[in-house]
Every structure is written in C-alpha cells, then in structure tokens.
C-alpha cells in the first residue's frame, strides 16, 4: 500500500488549491521529506484558515465522527434514568447533549488548549453513573420497566426521572470542580508523576467491561439485528477502510473531478448503524418483524416511536437547571471523581497526539493547565444543563486530523458552531430516538470493547515481566469486578449506603502496593512512568511558533505581558521568553497510545 493511502482519507489535490503544505513534527530527525514522507504534509497547519465553505464540510465531518459516541451515551443513561419508553425526552436529551459539547467545544478551541480538538460527552462518566442509579434507592419502579403503564406526562412519571438526574446532576457539577482546581492551580503535572498505565489500564477497562449488561440487554431484544450491526460495523472498519470510494469533488484547477475518499476508514459506527436502521425500517413497512409487544423481535421495529418526531418542537433552547434544581450525594461524588481522573489523563494524551497531527509544537504546561481547566468548566456546564455526563477530548477526531491533513482550528470552530445548531433544533435529536435499540445493542459490543482493550493496551509502557505489575493489574481486574457484583447482590451488606465504586476501588490499590528497594527510579520504569511521561528535550514554550497557537486570543496574553505577576500564575502564558525558561520547562509529553491513527478508527468515547 502506498504511503498517500496509508494516510489520507482524501486526495491531496482536493485541498491543495486552498492553502499551503507544512510539515509535521519528525521526533528530532531531519526536516528534509523524501517522497514517503508525503505522509507528513499538512494542507493546513493549526493556526491556517481555510475557505469558509471548506470550513463547514470538515466541520460536518469532525461532528460525524464524535456523533456514534455522543448519541450512545443518552440512549444508554436512559435505561437507568427509567426513560427507555419515553422517545421525546430522549430526544431533549440528545439536543442538550450536542448544544453542550459544542459550546465545551468553542471554549476549548478558543480559550483552552487552542488546538483543534472536540469535546464531548464521555464513557468515563458512565460507569460510575450507572453505577449510581442501580442502587436500591434510585432503582427504576417496576411500572416504568412496561411502556403500556407508562404515561410520559404524568407528574408521578416526571419525578422518577428528573429525581435521578437531578442526582446525577449535582455529583458531575461537585466533581468537575476537582477538574478545574487541578486545572487551573497547575496540579495536573503533580498527578501525572505517580499516576502511570498500571493504573489507567485496569480503570479505562473496567469502564468498558462493566457496562456488558448494558449491551447485552440491548443487543438481546433481536440478536440477528444486533450481530448484524456488529458485522458491518467491523467490515467497515477493518476490512474495507482502506477501499477508497470516489466522489465528484470541483476546484478552480481541475473544475469538476473526481477525488477517492476513505469513507469507511472516516465513519465505520455511523454508516453500521445507518445501514442497520435501513434494513429495519425496511423490516418494519414489510411486517417481517413482529407487530405484537409480546413476541420476540419486536423491538427492532423503527415504528416504536414514530410519534416522537411530530410531538417534537422544531427549536427548543437548552438552559441550566431545565430537569430542576440539582442535587448533591457522597456516592455519586466519589464516583464521578473516579471518572474525572481517568478523563484528565487520557486528554493530556490527546493534547500531544493533536499536536503533532495538526503541526503545533509540543503544548507547553501552561496550555496543557488551561485546556483542563477549560474541561472541568465544561464539564460543569453540562452538570448544570443536565446532560447526565460530562465533556472530554475525543480521540477519533484526532485521529480524522491525520486522515484529513487538515490541522487547521477553525475547521473545529466551524464543527462545534453545527453541534450548537443541532442542539437547538429538536426534530434532529428525535430522529435518533428511532434507531432500533438491537441496532444500538450491536454498537455498543463493539464500542464497549474498544474501550477495554484500549485500557489494556496502555500495558505496553510497563514492565508486564514483573510480578508485582502482574500482581496489581490482575488483583485490580479482578476485584474491580468481584466487589460491585457482590454489593449488587447484598445492597443492604454495607449500611453507610455509599457504593463500592470499581474505578476507585482500581486506584487506591495501586498505591498500597510497597515499592522495590532498587530505588526510586527502577521502580519508576518498571511501573511504566519514564516512558509514559516522557519530556522532550526541545520543549518549545517560549518560542514565537508556540506563542502563535498556544497564547490567548484577542490580545489578552499582549495585554497582561507588561505584569510581572502572570509568570506565577499556571494557566497563563509567560510575557517574556529567556533561555534559562526554556531550559526550566517540564513539558508534559504524555503519550497514552502510540500516535498511529490510521490503525484505530475508534478510540475513546
């Protein structure tokens, strides 16, 4: 295969006419590019504004790829919010979830790490969430478990669920404020000393294993629909990504032409699970599926909630507080904390790996405390807009930056000015409350299992060799998993009603494992952390390329360069670069995978 195909998922000479190859960063080797490193031309570096028509299209591209992962996560947090039978709330939810991810996305791109990268709802929320509303007191009633009982517009229904996330609400807000001090006080370096794969590996996994019941409870309602969205989902993305497919493409060189387009490399979740819904609307008109509530398969009919579309609004504006004023517990807190530390993590890896898809020089500490900060405030919103989740990097998008070779911010910009739009009109939200839930069944087995050979994977910085790494990763596992389903089986075993939380139970046994007498530095190799947290030598903070795309915009970093005291402040960028800086700085280089896009169509979620 030759290198142009192994990386692109679009000609070059489509976006040749418009601006202007640079070169991507070459770990220290020489800056000449022979004709294999074609690979590491960018058509728009970070800072680059391409045509405002192109703008949109690859914006619309970025919001195809984060749409598998933000849909999915209402949908799932439905089940436990007892709204499964309730589509246009549903629906509400989705819109809230979109119009928040791209507001999180404009505050990200604009005052945060200022690299191109999307925000959204994230899956580490999820299983402390899920986790949260299984217990006793926030169990579904059995009435709402039977749509024939279930009356959307009743007050006693209205409670139920907005209760519930009300719940949720409050512990996502009180956590996100964890996010933004680490954020903005510059404690995000401190963490990431001790805190290596050996202990993201088992978190990130349990994330994915833990919510199995989830899929398997969707996909078991026809599990020919479901094996079947799975099927295309992995011919797409493995089988056919790299079959480029053409597409009539018009510029001012070659007029109108065609260009090929790794369609299935760019969007395997999202045309699954269209091709799925098509064949089952199909299913549904010709009454090959089961029109009787009662016999198997019925759940995979589109018809279920074909009034969803017509009761829903055609705009409706999201607003803090819209499910009620939020509420507060020590389970959820403790929970979401969990999450909110496996999410910081996994973003200062996104950081690095966006940063050098996009042409940006390594991100100095000072952009890297302001992009997670920026995250713990968006994280906040969403708490108070009640989404039920929080936001995050997405690293599928990141990974459309090396498909694309376009780096450039405003193409980001443009993607979460759509998202907005989205969120505002509800009709669009409805519409994805339609899709068989066998259909979303079978994305959830593959979704759920990327994310936990994704924890594994981080495996490969530590020493898996030792005993004492293959003690903890295996006790971890283990009792991660051992310990909930004990609780979920004896929910009155523990009186102080605070559940046992696997992600937490995960990182508090890492600690209490002794460390070796070699010394503190084998141990550190060992345990993976050297070649987790690798510094760079030519940490590029203070020079003018990096002040170009990392310092605030609208001449605020200019306007704050004359005080002597912004060199104190974490978040802020330094008025005034020496060498001596340059040689002082600890940048965080923090790699969580391997930067090779092109082998992962889906990541993070």
């Not at 493409?249 to 109108?256: A, D, G, R, V």
Request: hydrophobic share 40%; aromatic share 10%; glycine share 10%.
């Amino acid at each position: 295969m030759s290198p142009e195909k192994e990386s692109n998922g679009l000609e070059n000479d489509t976006f040749a006419i418009h601006g202007h190859f640079c070169e991507l960063e070459n770990d220290g080797e020489g800056s000449g590019l022979s004709e294999e490193d074609d690979k590491n031309k960018l058509a728009y570096c970070v800072t680059d504004v391409p045509a405002w028509y192109l703008c949109i299209i690859l914006g619309i591209q970025h919001l195809l790829t984060a749409f598998g992962g933000i849909i999915a996560i209402p949908l799932i947090l439905s089940q436990g919010l007892c709204l499964q039978h309730d589509g246009l709330t549903q629906g509400h939810l989705i819109s809230t979830i979109f119009f928040v991810s791209g507001v999180c996305t404009l505050l990200q791109v604009t005052f945060g790490i200022r690299l191109p990268i999307v925000q959204g709802g994230t899956f580490a929320f999820l299983a402390p969430s899920m986790a949260m509303l299984s217990m006793p007191e926030w169990t579904c009633p059995a009435w709402t478990q039977n749509a024939s009982l279930v009356n959307t517009t009743s007050p006693e229904y209205i409670d139920v669920w907005q209760s519930r996330m009300r719940e949720l609400q409050g512990s996502i807000m009180v956590g996100s404020l964890f996010q933004v001090l680490v954020g903005f006080s510059g404690l995000i370096g401190f963490f990431m000393r001790f805190i290596g794969p050996l202990t993201i590996a088992p978190t990130i996994s349990l994330i994915g294993l833990s919510l199995y019941d989830s899929a398997g409870l969707s996909a078991g309602n026809h599990w020919g629909i479901s094996t079947m969205t799975t099927a295309l989902i992995i011919l797409f993305s493995q089988y056919l990504r790299d079959i480029p497919i053409p597409f009539p493409t018009y510029n001012k060189t070659k007029k109108l032409h065609t260009s090929r387009i790794y369609i299935f490399q760019l969007l395997p979740v999202l045309l699954g699970i269209t091709l799925s819904w098509l064949i089952c609307y199909i299913f549904t008109i010709s009454n090959v599926l089961p029109s009787d509530p009662e016999q198997y398969g019925y759940l995979a009919r589109t018809d279920l909630k074909g009034d969803v579309i017509g009761q829903a609004p055609w705009f409706r504006f999201p607003y803090p507080g819209q499910w009620g004023l939020p509420t507060v517990s020590l389970a959820g807190v403790v929970g979401i904390l969990a999450g909110v530390l496996s999410s910081m993590i996994e973003s200062v890896g996104d950081y690095h790996a966006c940063a050098r898809l996009s042409g940006a020089p390594p991100p100095p500490k000072h952009a890297i405390n302001r992009g997670i900060g920026i995250e713990g405030i968006g994280c906040l919103l969403a708490g108070a807009w009640g989404t039920g989740n929080g936001t995050t990097s997405y690293s599928e998008n990141v990974g459309a930056l090396g498909i694309t070779k376009v780096g450039s911010r405003m193409v980001i910009v443009a993607g979460g000015v759509l998202m907005i739009i989205m969120g505002l009109f509800c009709k669009i939200g409805a519409i994805f409350t339609t899709i068989p839930t066998p259909v979303i069944g079978g994305m959830f087995l593959v979704m759920f299992g990327v994310i936990s050979a994704a924890g594994v994977s981080n495996l490969q910085y530590a020493d898996m060799n030792s005993s004492r790494n293959v003690f903890i990763f295996g006790f971890s596992m283990f009792s991660g998993l051992v310990i909930p389903n004990w609780i979920f089986k004896n929910p009155n075993a523990i009186a102080t009603g605070i559940r046992a939380d696997n992600a937490r139970n995960t990182i508090t046994k890492k600690i209490t494992i002794p460390y070796k007498k070699a010394g503190w530095k084998s141990t550190l190799r060992e345990r993976g952390i050297i070649d987790w947290n690798k510094i760079p030598l030519d940490d590029s903070s203070n020079t003018l390329e990096s002040s170009e795309v990392y310092n605030l915009p609208f001449g605020i970093s200019s306007c704050l360069s004359s005080f002597s005291w912004v060199r104190y402040v974490p978040f802020l960028p330094p008025n005034a670069p020496s060498s001596q800086d340059k040689a002082n700085v600890d940048s965080l280089a923090t790699k969580l995978q391997p930067v090779n896009t092109s082998n992962k169509p889906f990541q993070e979620f």
